[in-house]
Every structure is written in C-alpha cells, then in structure tokens.
C-alpha cells in the first residue's frame, strides 16, 4: 500500500520561510508531486522531484530524498495568498494511480 | 494543459435518489480519474475510467453505487447511487496531461449535500 504522512496544520508569518514536510511509505516510488488548493477550489499542481535534490520554481521549491523516503514544499516570501492546503502525491510506477498525502494546511498571518 | 469542467457545481439531495455528475475535458485524454474529498481532508481516488472499457474501482469502492461511464475521450460521468448522509462530499474529476511531469488537472469539483 501507499501512504503519505505531512502535518496537519502550520502557521506562519507573511514575509517569512515555511517549510512542508512528507513521509512516504509506498510499495515502489516514481516520483513526488506537490499540489495546493485554496479553499472551495481545486487543486492546482506545484511541482514534481523524480529525482533527488532541490527543485526550484519562483517562490516555491521542493526537495527529494529517495534514501529517507523523504520529501518536503519549500514557500518563500510568504504571502497571504499562500493560505490554502499543500498535499504532497506519489506514485509505484510509471502508470499507476497516484496517492494523495494526508494534507497541510498552512495559515499565513500578518 | 487540461481544461475541465463539471456539473452541477453542487447539488442537494435526498437519500436514496440518484446524482449524475458529468466532467468534459477539452483534449483528449486516455484516463480520467474521479476523487472524493471530505471537507478538511485529502483525496481518495474513487475510479479510473478508461474509454472503451470498465472503470477501475478502488477498495472500499463498487460500481453499483458508484457507476461510471466513459463514452468518448473527452467525457466521462460518475453516478452516485441509492444516496445516504454520508456520500456528502466534494467530488472531483481529473486527468493527466501528459507533460511528462506526472501533473494531474482537476475540474471545479461537485459540492454534494444529501439530506
């Protein structure tokens, strides 16, 4: 089975640096995928590590570590607007369902 | 990219009747997946519909409540059947665009209040 561990809940000031952590346990590992949805809407992709390392894109980053199963969403410069709920997603293979992690919400306050 | 839509944005209904929900993709895609998102919580994969053939359900998931059809590339429709209480929840469609980065696309979702 597959299944995805990320805390609940974070809080954070505007202008600062959070970090989302997620724990993975799956039967294989493809990738890692982030994706953010903001309340009452759809969830909107972040990003995707295949491989170990950092990815960076604008204000948001995410890191892999295939070694530690192991993966976390790095937000910069907070801004209200980031106020939403973070899931980090994976998958066994290359055409397998993807599975969600348990979630983030993340409040930024002033 | 992927452009979705559903409807209906949301619905209430009694128990025990039925609900369409359709989802149109404008591209073609090969799958397309429905999900179930508890207010608060993450999203559990319902189904896999292929076109041409059944839809693959996930454990704790049937087609006779849960029928799917997948009629061309574009579309598909999930119906919830025989409703209860505790179907109320946010239904999603998605697909995979195929660009390579393992990115998923999701419609606006199904708000669904069975009363």
Request: glycine share 10%.
């Amino acid at each position: 089975g597959q299944s995805l561990e990320q805390p609940s809940e974070v809080t954070a000031v505007e202008g600062a640096i959070v970090q989302i952590n997620c724990t993975y346990q799956t039967s294989g590992f493809y990738g890692l995928s982030w994706y953010q949805q903001h309340d009452g809407g759809a969830p909107t992709f972040l990003s995707y590590n295949a491989l170990d390392g950092l990815e960076e894109t604008g204000r948001f980053s995410s890191f892999l570590s295939r070694s530690d199963s192991y993966g976390y969403l790095l937000l910069q410069e907070l801004q209200m607007k980031d106020s939403a709920s973070y899931f980090c997603a994976a998958r066994p293979g290359g055409y397998q369902k993807v599975t969600f992690g348990t979630g983030t919400k993340l409040q930024v306050i002033p | 990219s992927a452009v979705i839509s559903q409807k209906p944005s949301r619905d209430i209904c009694q128990r025990g009747t039925s609900l369409t929900i359709q989802c149109q993709v404008d591209s073609q895609v090969t799958m397309m997946f429905w999900y179930r998102q508890q207010p608060g919580q993450s999203l559990t994969l319902i189904a896999t519909a292929n076109q041409g053939s059944e839809a693959t359900y996930e454990s704790g998931f049937v087609i006779d409540k849960f029928p799917i059809s997948r009629p061309n590339l574009t579309f598909s429709t999930l119906t919830v059947s025989n409703m209860s209480p505790e179907d109320s929840s946010i239904y999603l469609c998605s697909v995979e665009a195929g660009t390579g980065e393992n990115e998923q696309f999701f419609g606006p979702g199904t708000r669904l209040t069975v009363l």
